[in-house]
């Protein structure tokens, strides 16, 4: 019996799984996290190390790691990379000038061996913000299919983690795209045999 083979039976009996949420200052970790916690999003403040949080979605428990994305902090990433199951990458879709360091960013943690098996969430956040590109052209600015390809299970989802208008399809769109995490990290890690 194989290492994976004991890590999945381990992690299916569990049902956990650990997802760090990632990206660079400002582009809106905390407010999704709160969001999907339900919490007022109004009033939030930078991420100084990291956050964790514990979500039930369907029948799976979430261990969520928020870490703080401010260039000082990003050295310290690698130590929360050990048994990640999935990353969401949170992307400010509008700040157009950043998109450079949120791709080399990406591009460095991708390279990680420790990382070389977790899912990948983008959320191209902010889109309710004049200027925001659309997911599209975050994938085209971010040149996901050149650098991942089809070495991960990756996929882009619009977000507006503020957005007040629509509350609603705000939370659905965001509800769907951590479905999406969930269930691919379980076809990979839980079920498979």
């Known amino acids: 019996m194989g290492l994976m083979t004991i890590l999945r039976k381990v992690k299916a009996r569990e049902r956990e799984m650990r997802i760090l949420v990632l990206g660079l200052d400002n582009a809106g970790k905390t407010t999704i996290m709160k969001r999907l916690k ?15 949080n514990t979500l039930e979605f369907d029948k799976y428990k979430l261990n969520m790691w928020d ?37 080399a960013e990406l591009e460095t943690i991708l390279m990680e061996e420790r990382l070389a098996g977790a899912s990948l969430l983008v959320l191209a956040n902010k889109q309710d913000l004049s200027g925001a590109l659309t997911t599209e052209s975050v994938v085209e600015h971010l040149a996901l299919n050149d650098m991942i390809g089809k070495k991960r299970h990756w996929q882009v989802f619009p ?35």
């Open 38 to 52: 339900g919490e007022d999003v109004h009033s939030v403040s930078p991420t100084l190390g990291f956050d964790i």
């Open 67 to 103: 870490v703080g994305g401010q260039q000082t902090i990003r050295t310290y990433w690698r130590n929360y990379f050990e048994q990640t199951d999935g990353i969401i990458w949170v992307v400010d879709s509008a700040d157009v000038a950043r998109l450079s360091d949120c791709r």
């Open 159 to 193: 977000s507006s983690a503020l957005a007040e208008d629509h509350t609603a399809d705000v939370e659905n769109l965001l509800m769907r795209s951590i479905e999406w995490l969930v269930h691919d990290i379980a076809s990979r890690i839980l079920l498979a045999d």
